[in-house]
């Protein structure tokens, strides 16, 4: 036992030990010194690691819990989940894949395969499965896949890539509790070739690599607008991502009964890398309850009996939470990082209720997800509830990972006044408006193939959001919206969020989003679609809810929406984000799809 204990540290020493090649501290000073002679204080970043590191330290933690495909419960622990890591890892590497594409829900498979591709040396390219067949297919052309993992109901999907490109393998996972699909077997045969080459394991795999710069992953933009931009992901910025949501969201300090992190996946892995979750979980030895797909009832369910801790999820996914009839007050909080897209006061209120208790973060595809976060101040407990929910429903400050967030002046053209005059920021008075800009270590390194895009995202020397917004006297950063979503009403300024987050104060209406429409007088005035509450479709009018913002609301009188329709259900994207672009269209007249 004891030689077998030292047999195991030593190897664990050797794998952070300097190669023989390196320099000694005594070795005099090239004159051509190579980049990393000298360096012995710092190792390569690669997020990888955190699997390896994780089954070393609690061999026998659980890893995942997974209801799968064939209904069945599925626990596995961190040896098993970086086993199977490990020989998918194998797999690759035998057989010479270097761009894997992934098509999976949020399965054990998908987990794995985050890991497996890492220390692989490969890049992932995990989509959007929601996506249609000629968006996959461009997305994995764009990539250059040499190779797909695919979950069974899913393969219908490649069906226009497999025409075009019949020689890149598709690798099918069953998602069952038994090894029986090709997923399994290529794991299988990746464990078997470390054997027959030496059983060297993940010590000989890149749970470090030699350039912490290089990619990682490419994670695709959704493209409601224009073709999907492919962000590079490096390991690098991975790794510090994952380690500042760790902090930001508060994963190594659960609030609940569990004994460790006990991580929901509501979010999908698919969307920026789940926010680097797959990682962070990983790094504090969390278990990770996957869930194919969203299901409130579910959801509820284990909230109730598996003591989760914590889940991250999008302002509407919260929203139908907390009106699905499973909703009760937990007897223990969970910490829920809302993002995607900016929450009202409302919500969070709703949710404390219940006591889901929101971390508000911030961020884009572009930032390895969130990059800001609003901090709950001590000093706000004494305010007004409404005044310190709104406070809470700020963007806030920059990660701890990142440099400070700025909003900074616009610019109306693109003619190179960026280069020539740079960035200036906006005055802290909560009142002029600027665009959020950011910058260090959790910003994307460019996008895929795509100069253009990538000089203009980049322009000035800071990265873009798109998003508008004020600064705070007290250095929070307040959303106003997306610059195409901003209404001009007679020349007033109108957030299409304040607007929602005003209706959704009244006491029958669940969700609303708000678009400009054409107006002879105005030039521009606000329209706004909404959904009901349940048990209340049927009873309230449009007419009805413009009166009552007329008369009871308190805002102003050009803010008052000149339509309002109701719906079934608003259009979002797979994340959760309101689809402005589909409403637009409605508002113009536009043929109404199922979106």
Known sequence: ????????????????????????????????????????????LSPTFFLWRAAQIEPDAIAVYHKTANDQILRRTYAETAERAKGLAYYLRKKGYKRVGILFPNTPAFLEAIFGIGAAGSVNVAINYRLNKEDITYIFEHAEVDSILVDAEFVGLLDGFREAHPDVPIIVDLDTDRDDGEYDHAVLEGLEYDRE?????????????TDEDSLIALAYTSGTTAKPKGVEYTHRSAYLAALANVIESG????ISTADRCHYLWTLPMFHAMGWTFPWAVTAVRGTHYCLRK??????????????????????????????DPNAERLPEPVRVTVAASPPTAHLFETMEKLNLIPVHVYGLTETYGPVIKGYNMPSWQSLPGKERYAKMARQGHGFIASLPARVIKTKQDDSGKWESEGVVDVVKDGKEIGEIVLAGNICARSYYKDPEATRKLFAGGVLHSGDLAVWHP???????????????????????????????THPDILEAACVGIADEKWGEAPKAFITLKSGKEGQLTGAQVIEWAKEKSGISRFMVPKEIEVLSELPKTSTGKLRKNILRDWAKGGKREES
């Open 1 to 44: 036992m004891a030689s077998s204990a030292l047999k195991r540290l030593s190897s664990l020493a050797s794998h952070f030990a300097p190669s023989s090649a390196s320099p000694t501290v005594a070795d005099p000073p090239s004159s051509t010194p190579d980049v990393h002679q000298h360096r012995h204080h710092i190792h390569q």
């Open 197 to 209: 080459t030496g059983s060297r394991g993940w010590e000989d795999l890149e749970t470090q690599v």
């Open 251 to 254: 994963l190594n300090t659960w």
């Open 294 to 323: 969203i299901d409130y009832p579910e959801i509820w369910r284990l909230l109730k009996t598996e003591a989760i801790s914590h889940y991250n999820s999008a302002p509407t996914v919260n929203t139908l939470l907390c009106a």
């Open 474 to 504: 007290d250095g929070s950063i307040q959303i106003l919206d997306r610059a195409k979503d901003i209404i001009i009403s007679g020349g007033e300024n109108i957030s299409s969020l304040a607007l929602e987050s005003m209706l959704v």
